[in-house]
């Protein structure tokens, strides 16, 4: 049979191939954050750590990047400095994957696109820091991250810190649960604000055992339920910041995209960079503290899903599914 034509646009790095050759388990990462969620050099400093803390810990980091048109699935610490440092790096989601592969150019890949490229990696288990979702103001502007469409069809489990309150938390958690994506939190009930710990919502069923994740993760999986399942932990409680200093910033944030008519992909960013200038870096201390605590909790999952039962083979391995036909 052939092997799916995905595997024409991967390319594995040595330690991560040599990682799948010995069954050590993977945790994929995401280039975005690198790229336009934090300054160069702290960027670049914070992917090393956190690929650290994933080793330590027995699992192998692979960050996820689209370099020379290919899909990359490790980097290399000079490729790290590459995506971290270079000015226009593409962002790249479930849209831009194919213009980014065949246009050339450097792209970090977000959360969807990282799933994407996971779930054809064979990676089951991936960090982030926090995903994107319903933005405040949807209903008019219908600004829903692409994030949360990935969710409902990928089967990656995604670490995270929840997400941030430039976003309607409410909403995004309402629309998980009609794209039937379970949520789960750890260490509390509630699902985390990326900056705070409690964003008021709780989260759909709180489980703080990895290897019991991993048997909710698998049993999903067992059953043919496509699709992800989202982890959300919160900062340490040393690192968070005060919820009313978070709030007034981002609602001035929000003010300043509204009144500068951003849209589009563009509106993240944005909204990132301005509360990121507006908490005087403080804001930074937080991101990188929350992203190395998302990695511990991220790489327990992933060796407790290795043991838990066989992994699945990389979707670029199994013939592309319109070719498979059921029946006459
Ligand atoms: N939220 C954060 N930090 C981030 C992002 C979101 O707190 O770095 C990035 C992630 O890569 C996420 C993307 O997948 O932004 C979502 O962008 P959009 O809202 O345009 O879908
Ligand atoms: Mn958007």
Same mark, same amino acid.
């Given at each position: 049979m052939n092997a799916n034509p995905a595997r024409n646009w991967l390319t594995f790095s040595d330690s991560v191939a040599a990682a799948q050759a010995a069954g050590r388990p993977l945790v994929a990462l995401e280039s975005t954050i690198i790229a336009h969620g934090m300054p160069y050099p702290q960027n670049v400093r914070t992917a090393r750590e956190v690929e650290t803390v994933i080793r330590d810990l027995g699992a192998e980091p692979a960050t996820i990047a689209v370099i020379g048109g290919r899909i990359r699935i490790g980097l290399s610490d000079d490729e790290l400095e590459l995506i971290g440092r270079s000015p226009d790096v593409h962002k790249v989601s479930r849209r831009d994957l194919p213009a980014v592969l065949t246009g050339g150019g450097l792209g970090a890949t977000t959360v969807a696109g990282t799933m994407i490229c996971a779930a054809l990696a064979g990676v089951e288990v991936f960090v982030t820091g926090g995903i994107g979702g319903v933005h405040r103001g949807a209903p008019e502007t219908? %600004? &829903? $991250?692409a994030d949360l469409q990935e969710l409902a069809k990928t089967s990656v489990a995604v670490v995270c810190a929840? !997400?941030? $309150? &430039?976003?309607d938390i409410g909403l995004t958690l309402e629309y998980l649960e009609t794209l039937g994506v379970p949520v789960l939190s750890c260490e509390q009930d509630n699902f985390a604000a990326f900056y705070t710990r409690d964003s008021g919502f709780r989260a759909d069923y709180r489980i703080d055992d990895p290897s019991e994740q991993a048997r909710f993760i698998r049993a999903k999986w067992d059953l043919g339920l496509a699709g992800g399942v989202l982890l959300s932990t919160p900062v340490p409680a040393a690192a968070a910041m005060p919820s009313d200093e978070i709030d007034s910033m981002t609602r001035q944030a929000l003010d300043e995209a509204a009144a500068q008519g951003i849209s589009g992909k563009a509106v993240t960013p944005f909204l990132l960079a301005r509360i990121k200038a507006l908490t005087g870096g403080r804001s930074l201390a937080t991101n990188i503290a929350l992203i190395r605590h998302n990695a511990e909790v991220g790489t327990k999952l992933a060796l407790a899903l290795a043991a838990a039962s066989t992994p699945r083979s990389p979707? $670029?391995?199994? !013939?592309? +599914? %319109? +070719?498979i036909r059921s029946g006459p």
């Open positions: 219908f %600004d &829903i $991250s929840g !997400a941030k $309150s &430039i976003l979707e $670029s391995d199994k !013939a592309p +599914t %319109d +070719t």
